[in-house]
């Protein structure tokens, strides 16, 4: 289920879900890869990542940046942003912020220029 936010630009976000946004934008322009992801784990520190394509390993921003937070010992997610020219964040990507977040997390979809699109639970 997809929570749309239409387009009325970023008003009315929580200020810890637009910080995670900006930070996936960052990730994405910095690298140069098409997508960037950040996620806030139970504590609140936020893990930054973009795609990986590598011969060898290919994982998207947000697989990454869980993979990260759970690298770290984080236990458990509150919000999950990537930024993507995507429709829709891909089923892998939810059950990854899922596995680690439960099924309510917040996937939140932001457009390259970090307007946010949409809001889907992970599960």
């Known amino acids: ?3 749309s936010t239409g387009n ?4 009315g976000i929580d200020p810890e879900d637009q910080k995670i946004i900006t930070l996936a934008r960052s990730a994405r322009a910095r690298n140069g890869v098409p997508e960037g992801a950040a996620v806030r784990d139970e504590t609140g520190r936020t ?7 590598l011969d060898s390993l290919k994982l998207s921003a947000l697989q990454t940046a ?3 937070a759970v690298a ?3 236990r458990s997610l509150e919000a999950a942003a990537v930024v993507s ?3 829709a964040p891909s089923d892998a990507d939810r059950a990854a912020v899922g596995d ?3 099924p309510d997390t917040p996937v939140l979809l932001a457009a390259p220029d970090g307007t946010l699109r949409s809001t889907t639970p992970a599960g």
């Open 1 to 3: 289920m997809t929570e």
């Open 8 to 11: 009325t630009g970023n008003t």
């Open 47 to 53: 893990y930054v990542a973009g795609t990986v394509d």
């Open 66 to 68: 869980v993979a990260m």
């Open 72 to 74: 770290s010992g984080a």
């Open 85 to 87: 020219a995507a429709d």
């Open 100 to 102: 680690l977040g439960g």
